[in-house]
Structure formats: C-alpha cells, structure tokens
C-alpha cells in the first residue's frame, strides 16, 4: 500500500466553468466542505526560521497534517468553495486541482482510493485547502482502465449463481492441490449439526459425534451481539437432537445452512448449538478442542458483516451511493478508459473487532470471508495475500483490528520454524498475535485467556508446552515486562481473570515490545526466577484460566521502596506517571534519590492523584528485572509493586519502569571504558540493595 498524489491541470477557475456547464463532479467539489490550510497551522510557531534544521522538520511535519484526518477538526459544511469570499476565491482562481491518493497494491497507477481532493499553489508549492471527504475508486473488468485499476464494483448479492461457482471452485482447487490445508488430524467436534436436504421444511438435528465417522462439516465465525432465543442447555437438548426447524434460528444461522446446501456439506458446526451453554464442564472441554474444531473443518465461513446473530450475511450489499461519478481515464499506454468514483462506508468489519474470532480465523485452513463489500477466500496456502474475491479490491482491505496486524502467512507455517533456532521470530509473532487479540472486544471479561487459548496451543508446540498465563517460561523475564499501551488503561478488574503478574489478569491492549534472544538470556538478569505456579481450573483446558488460589511467581531480586508521582492530566488512563525511589548506598547509606518512567497496568482505584508524593496510597516497591548496559546506552527495567497486606514478601504488580541514559552524556576525553565504569556507578541503582525471595500473586 502506498499513499501518492495526482497534480492536474485544470484550476479552480476551470472548475467553477465546468461546474456552471453542468458538470456534476465539478460541482461536487464546489459543494463539499473544505479545509483550509491556515485550520490546520493555526496553532503552530509563525515564521520559522527554515535556515535552522530543527524547523524545516516542523514545516514539513506541518506539511504532513494535511493527509492527518485527526487533525480536520470539527465538521463545518458551510465552509465550501462555493460560498468563499470574493477576495478568497480571487486568490485562488489559478490553484491546481490535486488528488491525494492511495495504492493498495503499491503501484503508483492502480488507485483505488483518493483520501481528498485539494487546491495546490503554483507559488508556494503547498496545498492550501483540501476536502474533508475522500471518495474510492473503481473500473469494469471489461473497461481499458482495467489493466492499470484492480479495484471493481462491488458483488450485489453475496450469494449470486457466479459466487458460488467461485466459491466452488476454490474449494475443489484448495483439496486437491494445496498439501498444506489438508485436515490436521481425526479430531472432531462433539457435536455437529446435520442438515437434512431431502426434508421441503429444512430441518436439522444435534448428532454426538462419538458414534459418527470423521465427516466434512463447516465451522461458523460470527457475532452474537445478544443472547440467542435458540442454544443447546441440558433442558434444551433432547429436543435439539431430535429436530431444529431452520426458520426458528436466526438469520446468519440460517445463512450459515445456506451456504452448507449449496457446497454439498451436510454438517455444520455453530457453538451456540454445539456447546451445552450452562454446562462449564462442557464448554471448557469444548473450547479446548478449539484448534481442532476449526483446524478439521472443511471450510470456515465467517459473517463479518454480521454485528448481530440477527443480521445475517447474505443479503443485498448496499453498493449504490448518490455522490458517484464516472469519469475518463487516461491509461498508460494512452487508450481512453474509465473509472467511477464514489463515497463508500470504509469501516473495519464488525467481526474484526471480536476477540474469540481472531483465532477462529487463525486455526482455520480454509476460511471465506463474506463481508460488507466482498466475499473473499483464504487458505494456508493463498495467506493473506489472496485475490481470490466476487469483487471489489484485488488485496484485502487493510483493518487495524483485523488480521493483517498478524502475518497470517508465516502463522500457519511456524511449524516449518526450529524452536531454538528461530525463537525470536517464534517469540514476536507471540507478540503480534497478543497485540492484535487485545485490541478486540470481549463481552465477558473473564474470557480472556479462554479466547486466544487454540493459539496458545498452537505456539506451545514449539515452547515445548512452557506457558504460564500467558506468559513463556523460556522468554519469562522479558516477558515479565509487557505493557498496557496508553489510552487503553481501565480499572482493575473486580472479578479474578488472572495473576497480576500476567496481562491476563488487566484489560487493554497489550504491547510486548521487540524481543532479541541474545539481550535476554537468564545469564544477563539480575533477577532469578525460582518458581511459577499455574493450576488451570479444568486439567482438560490447560490454556484456559487458571485457579484464583494459584498464580503465585516467585523470584529472587533487588528491590526498593518508593513512591508513585504523577503529573496533571485529565486522562487517568494515560498519565504520565513516575516513580520517586531513595537508593541506599554501602553500609545502609542513602546514595541517591532517583526518577524514572512508570507504565501502569490499570486504573488503581486505591492509588492517589493528589500530587502528595508522601501519600501512603501512592507508596511502591521497585523490582530490578534487568540492568546492564546495551550499545550504547544503559538500562534497567524492572517491575512496579505494591505489597499485599499481613503477607510478608508478598506482593502484587501493579506496572513496570524503566530507565536509561547514552554516551551523550560521555565527558571529553572519556574512553568507552571509562564511561561504562562511571554510568554503572551512577546509574546502577540497585547495586547496594540486599537480594531478597518475593512472591508475586
């Protein structure tokens, strides 16, 4: 993907003839809020001194904020080109029409999207104004412009006669030809739904799969959004063994039986009916299959335009928008083409904001996508690059949340990888896959670790099954330092999800940060881990949580007292907080009173933001995890930590530090060495601190 512009010839001057001759897009223009560029300078430093290099990056940074939507302010629809001022649109008569656009694919002519349209000045060479609204771009298949343009309209029906024959057909070409999306093994679901094709009323039954052989089924990945008025409970269950009338289900359900019907699969997997629903023991056995529910199943048909159960997934796609315009298209090899230009609603799919569904789509080998502008198909083979589509862009659309935050391709191949060989690769790909996952939304909570527990499974393979919550025992001390990213902290959660030392125990996105095997070997940590106790609450569900009573890390470490200071700001979920520590020097001397960075896991109710650095609310212990130096810098990270009432050693996490310092500050004159020997000195805080057994719940 890239983001280029378009200079064009015609001024403003040309498009307010154009657009009083009747042209529609001219008018468009003429019409649709603009902003100007002075909006977006207005509270920056007048007249830089270009001359000095630290302002020619302001100006260009200030050149930048006009592709920054963030920076647009509030919409004001009366600011339009039509109603400037006289001496406004005088000045402006010879400004170029520009068109900042983007690429999806990279190449510089295959424009699927124009961010806005500006006027650019031929003096100052700076846009000067720009719309707030951008438009996208497509072409017919059969169109000249087609050769350069990969983006087409978009499939009406998701469901047409033509989509299916595709869909068919990229299921026959996936089982015949593509060794790496074959069934991982004879696992099965324990149950399935039989759909009955030779019944006129369409009907289904929940089979035990005990007493069936290994059978082709698809997998359902889909919103609730509510409680279903149909699930499987112990009540409910004899009847759905017997008969389920399709119609009585909701409709992506019943979608979900279509598509069944039509590629000649007779089983269908849906948890809601799958699952006994108010049976724990069941659920848990059954989440713990996840990998093998939607690693086995021939197909995973996923409704993401579905927010709700209720909304289905087939349905009419809403692809007519009453500001479109079809305009010529010059193609690079001079033959006249078009493309049609359009307002379309570009949000990420509903389904890519659910945090059980990212490893619904990861364990899957086979998954089709039936979205808000295409239908798309996947597999281990094809990755995330598929152009296997009814329409619409030739790549995926990029979404934050979505999957293309993780490297799908290399997930369903980190079984080619060798554990000691390639573990920091194995170790960040961990990390992207938690990244993405915490950024999704969970109804409850306490699914946590149950939601990404079949990727737990699948990269426990290769740690040889070290996982402690969430954490690896073969990475542990630098994963002891994972971090909430700003403005995602919440409180602390009332009800137990996890140890405190875990991420699974907080709420937010989770950043573990760039792991290199070399820089954390146990060798090089101050502090040593001596146990770590994990006991799940089901034996069959070892990645799933663990007992409130368990949980319990311990550690032989430095530590010091201190206390938590916090500096102002409205945002209690991303202060810029810091912690204040008295280190003691030899013979229990006080050597030094220090300051650094603290990153906070939560909202701690009980912490004080009064500024009062003597509030014994805002008292702490620091953990040293790691000091030394590094290149060119010395560090030391560590956990913050608060102590647990009438439990001597006892404590529990509340954040991390960390600090650092570089050879800016070496003295003229001063070797490498030297300079190593006098920042250990000054900067190894914990140096003089007795080693001490903590537990950590």
Not at 297 to 317: E, K, P, W, Y
Not at 383 to 396: A, F, V, Y
Not at 549 to 573: C, Q
Not at 598 to 625: H, K, Q, Y
Request: glycine share 6%.
């Amino acid at each position: 993907m890239a983001k280029k512009g378009n200079l064009f010839r015609c001024t403003l001057a040309d498009i307010s003839n154009g657009a009083s001759h009747g042209c529609q897009f001219f008018n468009w223009l003429l019409d649709e809020e603009v902003i100007s560029r002075q909006s977006f300078l207005a509270h920056s430093p007048n007249n830089l001194p270009t001359s000095d290099p630290y302002w020619k990056v302001l100006n260009t940074l200030q050149d930048t904020a006009m592709w920054v939507p963030n920076f647009l302010g509030e919409v004001q629809p009366q600011n339009t080109l039509r109603n400037l001022d006289s001496d406004t649109a005088t000045s402006l008569q010879d400004h170029r029409l520009f068109a900042a656009t983007y690429q999806a694919t990279g190449s510089a002519l295959d424009i699927s999207k124009i961010d806005f349209f500006g006027l650019w000045n031929p003096v100052t060479v700076k846009i000067d104004c720009r719309t707030r609204t951008g438009l996208v771009v497509c072409t017919e298949a059969e169109d000249p412009a087609a050769s350069t343009i990969t983006t087409r309209p978009i499939e009406e029906y998701p469901a047409a006669g033509k989509t299916v024959t595709k869909i068919s057909s990229w299921l026959q070409s996936c089982r015949n030809g593509h060794t790496k999306c074959q069934k991982m093994s004879t696992t099965m679901p324990g149950r399935l739904l039989e759909i009955d094709a030779t019944d006129s009323k369409r009907t289904l039954r929940l089979l035990d799969t005990k007493n069936l052989d290994s059978v082709e089924y698809i997998a359902l990945s889909y919103c609730w959004g509510r409680e279903q008025s149909v699930t499987c409970t112990k009540s409910t269950l004899p009847k759905l063994q017997v008969s389920i009338l399709v119609s009585d289900l909701p409709s992506t359900i019943q979608d979900a039986v279509t598509v069944c019907d039509e590629l000649s699969i007779a089983y269908l997997w849906v948890d809601a009916l799958c699952i006994i629903q108010d049976d724990q023991y069941d659920k848990t056995t059954e989440i713990a299959k996840m990998p093998y529910i939607y690693g086995n199943a021939s197909l995973t048909i996923a409704a993401a335009s579905s927010r709700t159960v209720d909304d289905g997934f087939l349905h009419q796609r809403a692809v007519t928008s009453p500001t479109a315009f079809k305009l010529s298209y010059r193609c690079h090899d001079n033959v006249l083409g078009s493309v049609t230009i359009f307002i379309l609603d570009t949000t990420p799919e509903p389904l890519d904001e659910r945090g059980w569904t990212l490893q619904e789509r990861l364990l899957s080998k086979r998954f089709l996508q039936f979205g808000s502008r295409s239908t798309r198909w996947y597999c281990h083979e094809s990755g995330q690059t598929s152009d296997q589509s009814d329409g619409w862009m030739s790549q995926p659309e990029y979404s934050p949340l979505g999957r293309d935050t993780v490297d799908i391709v290399n997930f369903h191949r980190i079984s080619d990888f060798h554990p000691a060989k390639d573990y920091g690769y194995i170790r960040n790909h961990w990390g992207n896959v938690i990244k993405a996952y915490t950024q999704r939304k969970l109804t409850k909570l306490t699914d946590r670790p149950h939601a990404i527990a079949g990727i737990s499974e699948v990269f426990a393979q290769l740690f040889h099954n070290r996982y402690r919550a969430g954490l690896w025992t073969c990475s542990m001390h630098a994963d002891l330092l994972w971090e909430i990213s700003p403005n995602t902290r919440v409180p602390r959660p009332t009800v137990y999800q996890g140890p405190t030392w875990s991420w699974i125990g907080v709420n937010g996105a989770v950043d573990f940060g760039s792991f290199n095997v070399n820089d954390w070997r146990a060798t090089i940590c101050q502090a040593q881990i001596l146990d770590i106790e994990c006991e799940p609450v089901n034996d069959q569900a070892l990645f799933g949580a663990i007992k409130p009573t368990s949980g319990l890390l311990k550690l032989r470490a430095r530590m010091a007292k201190g206390a938590r200071v916090v500096s102002n700001g409205s945002d209690p979920s991303n202060r810029n907080e810091k912690f204040l520590v008295g280190f003691l020097g030899q013979n229990g001397a006080g050597a030094c009173i220090a300051m650094a960075k603290m990153s906070s896991d939560a909202i701690e109710e009980d912490f004080s933001d009064t500024g009062n650095n003597s509030d014994e609310a805002n008292a702490i212990e620091v953990l040293e995890i790691q000091s030394r130096i590094k290149g060119a810098s010395w560090q030391c990270r560590g956990l913050v930590l608060r102590a647990v009432p009438n439990k001597q050693g006892w404590f529990r996490r509340v954040g991390t530090f960390q600090y650092q310092t570089n050879r800016d500050g070496q003295k003229d004159g001063e070797s490498d060495e030297d300079w190593e020997t006098r920042v250990a000195l000054e900067f190894d805080w914990f140096r003089h601190q007795a080693y001490s057994i903590v537990t950590i719940i």
